[in-house]
């Protein structure tokens, strides 16, 4: 532990990972010691295509580097999620982890290259690899935050809720909502039932990206249609 521990302190040791603030953090957490990542094939793969579900290890091996499937041999260690990895016999567990090594470091190089040609790599370098190193501190550790200063935000930003709850209560019933139907007799804002009604139904925007959406997306494609999602918007900004 003590030489993997200098060895993190080093300046001119690179440490490759993939995915690096899950295995930091537990690295931090079983040994003691200080992580830092250094490259994260899979923060770099991120910058060459933004797609969610498209940046696991095993399959970005097989499609970049026709690996094929290593992890098909644990697997038969692990009948459920509650068997620990040390159920795998040290053997075959030794070769996985060698397998992720390997096709993680083989990733790097095709990715830098990549990245250079894409013109994306000081993206990567300047925002994504310290952001990695900050939330896994934070993650690990928390955040120092000035309680006095949220309570004053609070007590300032209540009344400016309550008033502009009031102003959407009113501009739905203009629309056509009806008050008596739901819980109180007064719109909730946080309701996303609520809210589907009105954008969908009584001011008839049409369904975003095919969904019956509140996200901050549909607001700002839909908020000049009128002011009840202006006021939405404000709405969730001060909350």
Known sequence: IWNLGSLFESPTTKFIFHN???????????????????EDTLLMHYCI?????????????????????????????????????SAIPPEVLHQYQANDCDYTRR???????????????????N??????????????H??????????QLKTEMEPQLEALKEEMHNLA??????????????????????L?????????????EGAR???IAALEAYKNRHPFLQKLMEYRQIA
Request: proline content about 7%; hydrophobic content about 35%; aromatic content about 10%.
């Open 20 to 38: 690096g603030k899950f295995d930091a953090k537990h690295l931090e957490t079983k040994l003691g010691i200080k992580v830092r990542v250094d």
């Open 213 to 215: 959406t509140t996200s």
């Open 142 to 151: 928390g955040i120092l935050v000035d309680y006095d200063y949220l309570t």
């Open 49 to 85: 295509d933004e797609r969610e579900g498209t940046h696991g290890l095993k399959e970005l091996a097989r499609e970049y580097l026709e690996a094929p499937d290593w992890e098909a041999e644990i697997k038969k260690y692990l009948p459920n999620s509650k068997v620990p990895y």
């Open 107 to 125: 990733l790097y190089f095709l990715f830098k290259k990549e990245l250079e040609e894409e013109g994306t790599e000081k993206a990567y370098r």
């Open 127 to 140: 925002l994504l690899i310290p952001a990695t190193n900050a939330f896994k501190d934070i993650e690990q």
């Open 173 to 194: 019933v203009e629309v056509g909502f009806d008050p008596s139907t739901v819980p109180g007799g007064k719109l909730n804002p946080n309701s996303p039932q609520q």
């Open 196 to 208: 589907q009604l009105i954008m969908y139904d009584l001011l008839r925007c049409p369904p975003f």
